[in-house]
């Protein structure tokens, strides 16, 4: 099994993390609705604000609409919201909805996750979506902390599950942990004192390595200490550790 099986069995819904918790079902054609509107509920409260307040932009808050599905990869950018308090919209998708046009417009591939930004900007790959997120916490704050933590979201992306995923978590595993062994030796997260995009991209991968293919990584000390550390997360429960 992959944590991409359940995608079959949902619906189309919504519901909204942080920021309110109104959920909403979409019926009919949802496709459409749903890109580009978002619920009727939210786009009533957005006509309601509109109505009644001067439209200054820095009073509207950016709600980034993530798509995707329960017990898939959205799940590890539901996560990385959560520890960084970036509200965002989760949207769950059908394979109907994945398929249409305007998810291809978010998607040029018509998986998941997919994001659309508040201003309409489509940003596809969980990894890209994960650094979008962290840049709308203000996480990353030079070009040298984007790239150290965008190190990190890649090697896990493409270097990382790759080389897991192939061999079904029999690789080199002193070739792939053992830096991060050491650099955990070192500080509690791999880039410093504090929980980072960094860590919710590698931790997450690494728990689905134990969770598909019964990965053991008790030869690594630091690296089981660190994930102790992530699993006792509420956010992690929340999302990628309840999935
Ligand atoms: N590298 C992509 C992988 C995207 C991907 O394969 N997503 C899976 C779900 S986890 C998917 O959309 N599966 C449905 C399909 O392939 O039709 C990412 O990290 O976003």
């Not at 990385?80 to 308090?85: F, S, Y």
């Not at 909805?97 to 969980?126: L, N, Q, W």
């Not at 995923?165 to 830096?179: I, Y």
Request: with cysteine; charged share 20%; proline share 6%.
């Amino acid at each position: 099994m992959t944590w991409c099986a359940r995608l079959e069995v949902f619906g189309t819904t919504t519901r909204t993390m942080h920021a309110t918790t109104a959920a909403s079902r979409l019926r009919a054609s949802p496709a459409r609705l749903l890109l580009l509107g978002g619920s009727r509920a939210a786009r009533r409260a957005s006509s309601r604000r509109a109505a009644t307040s001067t439209p200054v932009r820095a009073a509207a808050p950016s709600v980034p609409s993530v798509y995707g599905s329960p017990g898939s990869r959205t799940q590890i950018v539901e996560w990385l919201a959560l520890e960084l308090d970036v509200p965002i919209k989760s949207v769950t998708l059908n394979r109907a909805v994945m398929a249409s046009p305007e998810y291809r417009a978010v998607h040029p591939f018509g998986k998941i996750p997919g994001c659309k930004a508040e201003d309409g900007t489509g940003i596809f790959e969980s990894g890209a979506i994960m650094l979008y997120v962290a840049d709308l916490a203000g996480s990353l704050p030079t070009p040298e902390a984007r790239g150290a933590a965008a190190a990190w979201v890649i090697w896990a992306n493409a270097t990382m599950w790759p080389a897991l995923e192939t061999s079904r978590g029999k690789c080199d595993m002193q070739g792939l942990f053992g830096p991060v062994e050491d650099i955990l030796g070192r500080s509690d997260w791999l880039l410093g004192d504090e929980l980072s995009v960094a860590d919710v991209a590698v931790g997450a991968y690494v728990k689905y390595g134990q969770l598909f293919f019964r990965m053991d990584i008790s030869k690594f000390p630091n690296l089981s200490k660190y994930m102790a550390a992530i699993e006792s997360r509420d956010a992690f429960k929340k999302t990628v550790g309840g999935g």
